[in-house]
């Protein structure tokens, strides 16, 4: 999920949420994963692994290490610059000491075609669904089927967020900040958290094997940081979406920014993981 009213990809806001990207994957699902990877391993050649939107290259950083075997990732992102770091910054060694390269790709991650995927064993894309339409994610099935190859999409908004202590007017930012998610943009009706259910039907309608986890973010005095940041971001798009809140912003912060000093503030964020394996995987 992006800060609303930032870059989607501002790295000191990617650099900020990895760790709590990172807890909050789910690892059921990157077993599945292995076991398909295990399965449909060619001899002496590395799994070829694509990573949509890949930002700083946070999701090699967290499944590189996890899967067995050499592994190839293509990182594929529209900013240079973010590119370009992902790249320097990915592990070298799979889960058994294999080998991990990386290549880099300029380029949207709606522009993929089956094509491209030729010889991909799993597609990855972290933090990117609830961004894109529904056409968008129909096709991102469509492509990923047609080719044959797996993917595994994180920590997709799912609309429900859960802050203590308790605040009266935490259900009417969340109303309005789930209505910014949906929002039109530039004649694009966003999916935001309707986006991991879509994800899933695509896939399923198609002929995929698909598995969901929740992933949500769970932020305490030790991510305080992370928690602050997302609560300025929330209110600022709760109040776009919404601009009679603004009479409540400064205050409701104040009064939470108050808590998370005082070590009281504990935020929950929901998130669903989507793996979605080719029919007649293992």
């Known amino acids: 999920m992006s800060v609303p009213g930032s870059p989607i990809c501002a790295p000191d ?9 990172a ?28 990573d949509l939107g890949c930002g700083t290259g946070s999701m090699g950083r967290w499944l590189a290490g996890r899967l067995p ?9 529209r900013d240079t610059g973010l590119l370009s770091y992902a790249g320097a910054n990915t592990p070298g060694e799979a889960a058994d000491g294999a080998p991990v390269t990386t290549r880099t790709e300029g380029g949207d991650l709606t522009d993929l075609r089956a094509t491209e995927l030729a010889g991909t064993s799993l597609l990855t894309a972290s933090a990117v669904l609830d961004l894109l339409t529904s056409e968008e994610v129909d096709g991102l099935a469509a492509t990923c089927v047609e080719a044959g190859c797996a993917a595994l999409l994180t920590l997709t908004v799912a609309g429900s967020v859960d802050i203590s202590p308790f605040d009266p007017l935490d259900a009417v930012f969340a109303a309005a900040f789930d209505s910014h998610q949906r929002r039109p943009v530039d004649g694009r009706q966003l999916l935001g958290p309707d986006a991991g259910p879509a994800a899933a039907a695509a896939f399923t309608q198609r002929g995929a094997v698909v598995e969901t ?5 769970r932020l305490g005095p030790e991510q ?10 929330w209110i600022a798009a709760a109040c776009e979406q919404q601009p009679d809140l603004e009479r409540h912003a400064a205050a409701y912060l104040r009064r939470r920014l108050e808590a998370s000093t005082a070590g009281e503030l504990l935020v ?12 007649g995987a293992s």
């Open 13 to 21: 806001w990617l650099t900020l949420r990895e760790g709590a990207d």
């Open 23 to 50: 807890a909050a994957r789910s690892t059921e699902l990157v077993e599945l994963v292995r076991g398909h990877l295990e399965a449909t391993a060619r001899t002496g050649a590395p799994s070829v692994i694509r």
């Open 69 to 77: 075997g050499p592994q190839l990732w293509i990182l594929r992102d």
């Open 213 to 217: 986890r929740p992933s949500p973010w």
């Open 224 to 233: 305080a940081e992370l928690a602050e940041e997302w609560l300025r971001g």
């Open 268 to 279: 929950e964020v929901g998130h669903v993981d989507v793996l979605a394996l080719p029919a």
